[in-house]
C-alpha cells in the first residue's frame, strides 16, 4: 500500500520534531559543559590569585584596589568583604 502524501508529510514532521529535540539536548549538555568548565576556571585561577596574595603584598595591594571598582553588586562586596581595600588588614 502506496502512502499518501499528507502521511509522507506527517512521518517527516515526526522526524524533524524528533531531530530538533535531539538537537536541543545536544546543545543545551554542551551549554552546561561549558559553564562548568568556565566556573573552574574562574575557582582555580581565583586560587592561584589568593595564594599570590598572601605571597606578595604588592600584588596583593593590586587586587584590592582592582576589587574596589570592579565589584559592585551588594551580595557579590559582602562576600568578599575581606578582599576589598577598605577591609582591615591583617599583618
Known sequence: MAKTVADRIAALKAKREKL???LAKLEASEKSKARK???R???IVGGAVLVQMTRDAAFAESIH???GVSVGRIRDRQTIADLLP??????
Do not use: G, Y
Open 20 to 22: 530538533a529535540h535531539r
Open 37 to 39: 568548565h568556565d566556573t
Open 41 to 43: 576556571r574562574k575557582i
Open 65 to 67: 584596589a582592582l576589587l
Open 86 to 91: 577598605d577591609a582591615p588588614k591583617e599583618r
